[in-house]
Protein backbone atom coordinates (compact mmCIF):
# COMPACT_ATOMS: atom_id res chain seq x y z
CA UNK A 1 0.00 0.00 0.00
CA UNK A 2 1.26 3.51 -0.92
CA UNK A 3 -0.79 6.74 0.15
CA UNK A 4 0.36 10.41 -0.73
CA UNK A 5 -0.01 12.78 1.36
CA UNK A 6 1.13 16.74 1.06
CA UNK A 7 -0.58 18.39 -1.99
CA UNK A 8 -2.70 21.69 -1.78
CA UNK A 9 -3.50 24.64 -3.52
CA UNK A 10 -0.46 26.82 -3.76
CA UNK A 11 0.40 29.89 -5.90
CA UNK A 12 2.41 30.40 -8.79
CA UNK A 13 6.03 30.28 -7.76
CA UNK A 14 5.27 28.30 -4.66
CA UNK A 15 6.34 24.95 -3.05
CA UNK A 16 4.99 22.14 -1.73
CA UNK A 17 6.38 18.33 -0.74
CA UNK A 18 4.54 15.46 -1.47
CA UNK A 19 5.14 12.40 0.71
CA UNK A 20 4.85 8.59 -0.04
CA UNK A 21 4.42 6.21 2.74
CA UNK A 22 4.67 2.51 2.17
CA UNK A 23 2.88 -0.35 4.07
CA UNK A 24 2.95 -4.08 3.92
CA UNK A 25 6.05 -4.31 1.81
CA UNK A 26 9.96 -3.32 1.77
CA UNK A 27 10.04 -0.12 0.10
CA UNK A 28 14.09 0.30 0.06
CA UNK A 29 14.02 -2.66 -2.12
CA UNK A 30 11.83 -0.87 -4.93
CA UNK A 31 12.88 1.78 -7.05
CA UNK A 32 10.01 5.18 -6.78
CA UNK A 33 8.31 6.95 -9.23
CA UNK A 34 6.17 9.69 -8.88
CA UNK A 35 3.25 10.45 -12.34
CA UNK A 36 0.93 13.34 -12.61
CA UNK A 37 -2.48 13.37 -14.24
CA UNK A 38 -4.38 16.40 -15.21
CA UNK A 39 -8.28 16.28 -15.82
CA UNK A 40 -8.84 14.95 -19.46
CA UNK A 41 -4.77 14.22 -19.76
CA UNK A 42 -2.83 11.04 -19.95
CA UNK A 43 -0.77 10.07 -16.68
CA UNK A 44 2.33 11.77 -17.12
CA UNK A 45 5.97 10.58 -15.32
CA UNK A 46 7.21 12.94 -13.51
CA UNK A 47 10.74 11.19 -11.07
CA UNK A 48 12.14 8.15 -10.14
CA UNK A 49 14.47 7.54 -7.86
CA UNK A 50 16.17 3.84 -7.43
CA UNK A 51 16.96 1.73 -4.75
CA UNK A 52 20.33 1.27 -3.02
CA UNK A 53 22.30 3.73 -5.37
CA UNK A 54 19.58 6.51 -5.42
CA UNK A 55 20.05 7.62 -8.80
CA UNK A 56 17.15 10.11 -9.42
CA UNK A 57 15.54 10.84 -13.11
CA UNK A 58 12.70 14.03 -13.59
CA UNK A 59 10.89 14.67 -16.96
CA UNK A 60 12.01 17.78 -18.70
CA UNK A 61 8.62 19.62 -17.56
CA UNK A 62 10.11 19.90 -13.82
CA UNK A 63 14.28 19.15 -14.32
CA UNK A 64 15.39 21.94 -11.75
CA UNK A 65 11.96 22.65 -9.78
CA UNK A 66 11.53 19.10 -8.78
CA UNK A 67 13.64 17.28 -6.38
CA UNK A 68 13.09 13.08 -5.57
CA UNK A 69 14.50 11.99 -2.50
CA UNK A 70 13.97 8.97 0.05
CA UNK A 71 14.20 7.93 3.32
CA UNK A 72 14.26 4.07 3.91
CA UNK A 73 13.79 4.37 7.75
CA UNK A 74 10.68 5.88 7.22
CA UNK A 75 9.91 3.98 4.51
CA UNK A 76 8.81 7.46 2.58
CA UNK A 77 9.92 8.74 -0.64
CA UNK A 78 9.07 12.37 -1.25
CA UNK A 79 9.24 15.01 -3.73
CA UNK A 80 10.05 18.26 -3.30
CA UNK A 81 8.39 21.11 -5.76
CA UNK A 82 9.80 24.62 -6.19
CA UNK A 83 8.90 27.07 -8.28
CA UNK A 84 5.44 25.80 -9.01
CA UNK A 85 3.85 26.64 -12.03
CA UNK A 86 -0.23 26.24 -13.43
CA UNK A 87 0.52 23.32 -15.74
CA UNK A 88 2.00 21.47 -12.82
CA UNK A 89 -1.95 21.58 -11.41
CA UNK A 90 -3.08 17.58 -11.35
CA UNK A 91 -3.59 14.73 -9.30
CA UNK A 92 0.00 13.19 -8.26
CA UNK A 93 0.75 9.71 -7.89
CA UNK A 94 3.20 7.87 -6.47
CA UNK A 95 3.96 4.12 -7.76
CA UNK A 96 6.87 1.24 -6.60
CA UNK A 97 8.85 -0.26 -9.72
CA UNK A 98 8.49 -4.10 -9.76
CA UNK A 99 11.19 -5.49 -7.66
CA UNK A 100 14.59 -5.45 -8.98
CA UNK A 101 13.95 -2.79 -11.21
CA UNK A 102 15.05 0.49 -11.61
CA UNK A 103 14.38 3.91 -13.20
CA UNK A 104 15.47 3.20 -16.78
CA UNK A 105 12.00 2.51 -17.82
CA UNK A 106 10.36 4.96 -15.55
CA UNK A 107 7.76 6.41 -18.00
CA UNK A 108 6.42 3.00 -18.54
CA UNK A 109 3.24 3.18 -16.23
CA UNK A 110 3.32 -1.08 -16.36
CA UNK A 111 6.53 -1.02 -14.94
CA UNK A 112 5.44 -0.40 -11.07
CA UNK A 113 3.41 -3.14 -9.13
CA UNK A 114 2.17 -0.53 -6.78
CA UNK A 115 -0.10 2.63 -7.03
CA UNK A 116 -0.99 5.14 -4.18
CA UNK A 117 -4.26 7.06 -4.74
CA UNK A 118 -2.94 10.22 -4.93
CA UNK A 119 -2.90 13.70 -4.04
CA UNK A 120 -4.02 17.09 -5.77
CA UNK A 121 -2.15 19.69 -6.07
CA UNK A 122 -3.60 22.91 -7.40
CA UNK A 123 -1.32 25.87 -8.85
CA UNK A 124 -3.43 28.64 -8.90
CA UNK A 125 -3.67 32.72 -8.04
Known amino acids: LLVESGGGLVQPGGSLTLSCVAS????????IGWFRQAPGQEREPVSC????????THSDSVKGRFTISRDNAKNTVYLQMNSLKLEDTAVYFC????????????????????WGQGTQVTVSS
Open 49 to 56: ISTFITTT
Open 95 to 114: AAVTLGGDCTYYYRPYEYVY
Open 24 to 31: GFNMEDHA
